[in-house]
């Protein structure tokens, strides 16, 4: 395996952004129209299957949970090896999240299977949405062990700076999902036109092939060989260093996006107008994405960078890549968020044909729109501490943030005070901001270094070659200090 020191990104910072962040800002906008195809092709259809695709798409964010904790988990103990020296313990963790990651797909999936109903009264679908929603669900189920492996997959090449790996396989993706979109969705060339059931079967034949491309080059780069799986011994004792990462991380994901599903399920049950509101909403929620994700990749550049510059011994040099990954994307973002303003009624034109929903779109884009200098603050420095271990702190800012603050005032505001769906997009704003001041906060003054999974190699052993993990240091637990 070929790796860079991270010291050599130090005398050109901003050029070590840049190498990390453009594929990632590419992969991003992949994501986007992906989201755009789905809700686009949707909307061709009718407004109900909108409104499905908005429902569902939120409750397969809530089966990946494992799935992005493991890759949170690989993301700082990959790239904090990789820092420190440590070679072939960075590919046992590679080996470990891809069979942990497989694992909890498939028990998810049939979970997913055996539990579609009581998913869809969690959820308070309405009931002209119930089919369409359970059919989605249905086939979502399957997709899950891929979808798991791709996640890691793609937070291991990340974690190893080899970017541009996982911007191919969304590539992919994009490609296979818009070409059986139009093509089972709308009956295109030739094809049956299956509606809804097509966008969904679309979905799962494009992260399938993602997923297999994404194999294929582990496989080439010597991560899926024996090597990678290390002996039990082992195992039992990096697993819990990896859990302490991925299990505050994963609980952070089940706080927010059960507090998404609540958030949906508090529009779904506005007092008028609740169908039109949670197809703006959908709607809305991916135009919006085309600032969201990009955000994702400078939240995924400074988790590489802090994790490495941790395990190389230099925290404050973290701490520098930390703020200034910050600067950057909250500049960047900020400017296309105006841009993107000044044309958000043409965009909501192509999103929807219906005029009532093509309002709630723009009242849904005029308070987002505001968030995004909030928005971009948490997620990349949320990134930063993931990179750090610290998941704890992004757990506790982003779980009290939306369930103390975002869902009892869209409440308060949506079903009580203003009557309506601007409630609704009122909290949002309110809690991006809290949200925003508090991990700043945390990132500038708490000692969130403490968190770090590996320690540089030692003049004993300077490859870094080690069987196992090393022993902890005196006055440590598991990396905490008491």
């Known amino acids: 395996m070929a790796f860079k020191n991270p010291a050599q990104d130090t005398a050109h910072p901003y050029r070590a952004i840049w190498r990390l962040s453009w594929p990632q800002v590419v992969m991003m906008f992949l994501q986007f129209w992906i989201g755009f195809v789905d809700v686009y092709v949707a909307g061709l259809i009718n407004r109900e299957v909108q409104a499905s695709?908005?429902?569902?798409?939120?409750?397969?964010?809530?089966?990946?949970?494992?799935?992005?904790?493991?890759?949170?988990?690989?993301?700082?103990?990959?790239?904090?090896?990789?820092?420190?020296?440590?070679?072939?313990?960075?590919?046992?963790?590679?080996?470990?999240?891809?069979?942990?990651?497989?694992?909890?797909?498939?028990?998810?999936?049939?979970?997913?299977?055996?539990?579609?109903?009581?998913?869809l009264v969690v959820l308070q679908v309405p009931e002209e949405l119930h089919g369409i929603t359970g059919d989605f669900l249905s086939v979502y189920a399957l997709l899950l062990p891929a979808y798991h492996v791709m996640l890691i997959s793609n937070a291991v090449f990340r974690a190893r700076k080899e970017v541009i790996f996982p911007t191919l396989s969304i590539l992919l993706v994009c490609v296979v999902n818009a070409a059986a979109d139009f093509g089972l969705g709308l009956g295109l060339?030739?094809?049956?036109?299956?509606?809804?059931?097509?966008?969904?079967?679309?979905?799962?034949?494009?992260?399938?092939?993602?997923?297999?491309?994404?194999?294929?080059?582990?496989?080439?780069?010597?991560?899926?060989?024996?090597?990678?799986?290390?002996?039990?011994?082992?195992?039992?004792?990096?697993?819990?260093?990896?859990?302490?990462?991925?299990?505050?991380?994963?609980?952070?994901?089940?706080?927010?996006?059960?507090?998404?599903?609540?958030?949906?399920?508090?529009?779904?049950?506005?007092?008028?107008?609740?169908?039109?509101?949670?197809?703006?909403?959908?709607?809305?929620?991916?135009?919006?994405?085309?600032?969201?994700?990009?955000?994702?990749?400078?939240?995924?550049?400074?988790?590489?960078?802090?994790?490495?510059?941790?395990?190389?011994?230099?925290?404050?040099?973290?701490?520098?890549?930390?703020?200034?990954v910050l600067g950057i994307g909250v500049a960047a973002m900020s400017l296309v968020a105006l841009g993107l303003w000044q044309v958000a009624d043409d965009v909501a034109r192509i999103m929807s044909d219906d005029p009532a929903v093509r309002l709630e779109i723009m009242s849904y884009l005029s308070w987002n729109l505001l968030a995004i200098p909030f928005?971009?603050?948490?997620?990349?420095?949320?990134?930063?501490?993931?990179?750090?271990?610290?998941?704890?702190?992004?757990?506790?800012?982003?779980?009290?943030?939306?369930?103390?603050?975002?869902?009892?005032?869209?409440?308060?505001?949506?079903?009580?005070?203003?009557?309506?769906?601007?409630?609704?997009?009122?909290?949002?704003?309110?809690?991006?901001?809290?949200?925003?001041?508090?991990?700043?906060?945390?990132?500038?003054?708490?000692?969130?270094?403490?968190?770090?999974?590996v320690r540089r190699a030692s003049r004993r052993d300077p490859a870094g070659l080690t069987e196992e993990p090393e022993p902890l240091p005196v006055g440590t637990n598991g990396g905490l200090r008491k």
């Open 53 to 119: 695709l908005g429902l569902i798409t939120t409750c397969l964010f809530f089966l990946l949970i494992v799935g992005t904790a493991v890759a949170n988990g690989a993301v700082a103990a990959v790239s904090q090896s990789v820092g420190a020296g440590l070679y072939r313990r960075a590919q046992r963790y590679v080996g470990l999240c891809l069979a942990l990651g497989l694992g909890m797909g498939l028990v998810l999936m049939l979970a997913g299977l055996t539990g579609r109903e009581a998913f």
């Open 189 to 324: 060339w030739g094809l049956p036109a299956m509606g809804h059931s097509g966008l969904a079967w679309a979905t799962f034949w494009s992260i399938t092939a993602g997923t297999l491309l994404n194999l294929a080059m582990l496989w080439r780069k010597g991560l899926l060989r024996r090597g990678a799986f290390a002996p039990w011994r082992w195992v039992r004792r990096a697993l819990p260093r990896l859990l302490r990462v991925a299990g505050p991380s994963g609980l952070m994901q089940v706080l927010w996006q059960s507090g998404y599903l609540m958030l949906f399920a508090i529009t779904g049950a506005l007092p008028r107008d609740n169908i039109v509101a949670l197809a703006g909403m959908t709607a809305g929620g991916r135009i919006e994405a085309l600032l969201f994700l990009p955000g994702f990749a400078f939240n995924m550049t400074a988790s590489v960078l802090v994790g490495h510059y941790l395990g190389a011994g230099q925290p404050a040099e973290a701490k520098r890549f930390g703020f200034r």
């Open 375 to 453: 928005t971009l603050t948490g997620m990349i420095l949320g990134g930063a501490l993931g990179g750090a271990g610290a998941t704890v702190y992004t757990m506790v800012v982003f779980g009290t943030t939306i369930w103390c603050v975002r869902l009892p005032l869209a409440w308060l505001l949506g079903h009580h005070i203003l009557d309506g769906a601007r409630g609704v997009w009122i909290s949002m704003l309110v809690s991006q901001m809290v949200q925003a001041l508090v991990i700043l906060y945390v990132f500038a003054f708490k000692d969130w270094k403490r968190f770090a999974l």
